[in-house]
């Protein structure tokens, strides 16, 4: 995985259930912890621990401004989000695993634009 992108991502339970916003500078290893139980209290409590989503940034501080702006947004605006780049909510942890470089998901918006300038 390159060192120079950070990654803002979505975790679910199962499809259109329990979210969990996260951002780190290493996604494969950020989500084993959430698997293993060992990165998030909520994580772990709630099982909430497939890969639905992802994006990359240039810095950890953009991936965690971005993970700020989701956590605050609507439940059906980050439905809406999964499903346009995943609509199977497929577990992307497994594929992720085995690439040298984590392949970029379509984005359905340009840019790091805010949650609430989109309806919801």
């Known amino acids: ?54 994006e990359p940034h240039s810095s950890l501080t953009q991936a965690s401004l971005r993970r700020d702006i989701i956590r ?11 499903d346009a780049s995943n609509p199977e909510w497929l577990d992307l942890f497994d594929l992720l695993s085995m690439l040298p470089d984590i392949p970029q998901l379509p984005s359905p918006m340009p840019g790091p634009r ?4 989109a309806t919801s």
């Open 114 to 117: 805010p949650c609430c300038a």
């Open 1 to 54: 995985m390159r060192s120079d992108r950070a990654w803002t991502y979505i975790l679910a339970d199962r499809r259109d259930g329990m979210l969990f916003t996260g951002a780190t500078p290493d996604l494969v290893r950020r989500v084993a912890m959430h698997r293993q139980g060992i990165a998030s209290h909520f994580t772990r409590r709630h099982k909430v621990t497939r890969l639905v989503w992802y």
């Open 72 to 82: 605050h947004c609507r439940r059906r605006w980050k439905l809406n989000l999964v």
